[in-house]
Structures are given as structure tokens and as C-alpha cells.
């Protein structure tokens, strides 16, 4: 693939990256807890990976011409976010607390992130209708090989803003419990808020 091809896909994907959203709301979340960045990137980072790799065999236009298949897709992934919305918007996280939570896991909170992008039908969207735009027919490499190719360096850049983002929370807000909490209560409003878009949008 050309380079000037894979630069204009970061530049589109690292938008999308910074545009805050479920996945930036889960990482602050993480962040407040205190040492469950890490899996809970890692998590999300799977769950764009699993979508790169269905995007990727084909089986991602197969499920968006089947509307019914879509509509649960994207129930599933509302009802999650929901659920793990409404969690944060009642219980917010208190870093200090949080910290010395013995009912926390890092594979609780990689399984999380994982449903949080793996269920995320806007994430799935996005890449059925970003990925295949960047792919060259007349190259020599196999259309699934350049999907995967674009799918990685979109991996690239979640990693390093979904850090920043996780760690930066963890810092700012470690020793302020009153606006970590507010902050716990907006990630989990905006949670709710896109998936009730995204419902809105399927009764529609």
C-alpha cells in the first residue's frame, strides 16, 4: 500500500480517536480506579481488533444487508452501554477507593473494554464504511491484508490517546474525589446518552 494512502487513513482515524465517545469515558473510568489502564485498553483494543478482523473476512457486509442481524447487533451494544452507564452514573468512582477495591480484576476490566468496542455498533459502522474506502483493488496485496494493515495503525492510535487519556484522569483527578466522582457521573451520562442515540436512530 502507498504510504500517502496510510498517512490519510491515520489522519481520519486519529479524528476519530480524539473525538470523545464510550470508549474515552471507559479509559477515564479506568483511570480513576487507578491500576486498571492498562487492561482496560487493552480490552478496547481487542474489541477494535475483532471488528477490524470481521470487517476484514467479509463477514461485516454480510451482517450490514441483513437488517435484522444489525438491529440486534446494535440492541446489544445500547443495552451494554446502558447497563454499564447507568453503573457509573450511580456509582462513580472514587480514585482513593477505588484503588484498594478487592473486588476488581485486570480481566475484568480487559473483558469490559472488550464489550465496550466489540458491542459498540458505531465502531462497528465506522469501520465497515472507513476501511474498505482506503483499500486499492489494483494493489498487490489482498483486500483483507489491507483492511488488517489500516485496522493496525488505527490500533496504533487508540493506543497511545486511550493511555493518555486513562492516565491523564489518574492524575488529575487521584487527589480530587469530588470531581473525580462528577467526572464518573458524565462518563457514565454520556454512555447513556449514545446509546440512546443509537436507539433513536433504529426507531427511526
Known amino acids: 500500500m502507498a504510504m500517502s494512502v496510510l498517512t490519510a487513513f491515520w489522519a481520519v482515524s486519529l479524528l476519530f480517536v ?7 469515558a471507559y479509559a477515564i473510568s479506568a483511570g480513576m480506579r487507578g491500576r ?18 470481521v470487517v476484514a473476512a467479509g463477514v461485516g457486509s454480510l451482517i450490514a444487508g441483513h437488517p435484522l442481524a444489525l438491529t440486534l447487533l446494535t ?12 453503573n457509573l ?23 469490559k473494554g472488550l464489550c465496550v468496542s466489540g458491542l459498540n455498533p458505531k465502531v462497528f ?3 465497515l464504511a472507513l476501511l ?26 487508540s493506543l497511545v490517546i486511550y493511555l493518555m487519556v486513562g492516565y491523564g484522569a489518574k492524575a488529575v483527578l487521584r487527589t ?13 451520562a454520556v454512555m447513556i446518552l449514545i446509546a440512546a ?8
Open 18 to 24: 480524539i473525538t470523545p465517545g464510550a470508549d474515552w
Open 36 to 53: 486498571w489502564v492498562v487492561p482496560a485498553v487493552a480490552g478496547m483494543l481487542s474489541g477494535h481488533l475483532l471488528v477490524t478482523l
Open 75 to 86: 440492541l446489544a451494544g445500547c443495552v451494554y452501554l446502558l447497563w454499564l452507564g447507568g
Open 89 to 111: 452514573l450511580l456509582s462513580p468512582a472514587v480514585p482513593e477507593a477505588g484503588a484498594a477495591g478487592g473486588q476488581d480484576s485486570g480481566s475484568r476490566w480487559a473483558f
Open 125 to 127: 459502522l465506522l469501520f
Open 132 to 157: 474498505p474506502q482506503f483499500t486499492d483493488p489494483q494493489s498487490s496485496w489482498p483486500l483483507p491484508l489491507q483492511i488488517l494493515l489500516l485496522g493496525l495503525v488505527h490500533l496504533g492510535s
Open 176 to 188: 480530587r474525589p469530588a470531581a473525580a466522582q462528577a467526572v464518573g457521573r458524565l462518563s457514565g
Open 197 to 204: 442515540g443509537l436507539i433513536a436512530g433504529q426507531l427511526r
